[in-house]
Nanobody, 119 residues
Framework: QVQLIESGGGLVQAGGSLRLSCAASGLTFSSYHMAWFRQAPGKDREFVAFINWIGGVTNYAASVKGRFTISRDNAKNTVYLQMNNLKPEDSAVYSC????????????WGQGTQVTVSS
């Protein structure tokens, strides 16, 4: 059974840091590009960060560039999101997602982890 399980969310003060993890199982992890998305209450889900299958290509939403870093460890089947200088507007449920090499669609999704940033 394919699973993506996020962890590392929580409550943090503005200016603080969190590191999210997404552990994958039941799949060939290196066959998937991975990304993080987030959704705040009453808002659409939005893209946060992307990393290609080998970790050589990354890109970020403008709102997080310079503050967040996506990385992956294919030996551990895990993708990470290091979030620094957090702002209250970063509060959301963060989910990891995977899309198979050659596909444009994210077909694997985790349940999400809550991040709350207090001012």
């Amino acid at each position: 059974q394919v699973q993506l399980i996020e962890s590392g969310g929580g409550l943090v003060q503005a200016g603080g840091s969190l590191r999210l993890s997404c552990a994958a199982s039941g799949l060939t992890f290196s066959s998937y590009h991975m990304a993080w998305f987030r959704q705040a209450p009453g808002k659409d889900r939005e893209f946060v960060a992307f990393i290609n299958w080998i970790g050589g290509v990354t890109n970020y939403a403008a709102s997080v560039k310079g503050r967040f870093t996506i990385s992956r460890d294919n030996a551990k089947n895990t993708v990470y999101l290091q979030m620094n200088n957090l702002k209250p507007e970063d509060s959301a449920v963060y989910s990891c997602a995977g899309r198979r090499l050659g596909s444009q669609e994210y077909t694997l999704w985790g349940q999400g982890t809550q991040v709350t940033v207090s001012s």
